[in-house]
Nanobody
Framework: QVQLVESGGGLVQAGGSLRLSCAAS????????MGWFRQAPGKEREFVAA????????YYEDSVKGRFTISRDNAKNTMYLQMNSLKPEDTAVYYC????????????????WGQGTQVTVSS
């Protein structure tokens, strides 16, 4: 199993930016496709972005396209989510997730999860 720890969350004004990090340990990150999910209060966890094991392909939920960028540095065993032009509706706990080999966008496809980091966007 790979262990995942998110960081970089916080409070930011609408229009601002944050960069989330997901640090992996226990296994080489290059063995895994990765994803970011988020869960807002009172809502189900939803897909945000995903990236292949080598960073060659990425996928985004429609509402974050053009604002968020997922990336990874396998040498550092770390994945990132750059979030720009943040909106109050982006407020949520953000989770990183990993699965062996193939990229996926469905929550149930991932079997390794971090504990989450809170992102709060004020209006």
């Amino acid at each position: 199993q790979v262990q995942l720890v998110e960081s970089g969350g916080g409070l930011v004004q609408a229009g601002g930016s944050l960069r989330l990090s997901c640090a992996a340990s226990g296994r080489p990150l290059s063995n895994y496709a990765m994803g970011w999910f988020r869960q807002a209060p009172g809502k189900e966890r939803e897909f945000v972005a995903a990236i292949t094991w080598d960073g060659g392909s990425t996928y985004y939920e429609d509402s974050v396209k053009g604002r968020f960028t997922i990336s990874r540095d396998n040498a550092k065993n770390t994945m990132y989510l750059q979030m720009n032009s943040l909106k109050p509706e982006d407020t949520a706990v953000y989770y990183c997730a990993a699965r062996k080999l193939k990229i996926a966008t469905m929550e149930k496809s991932f079997n390794n999860w971090g504990q989450g980091t809170q992102v709060t966007v004020s209006s």
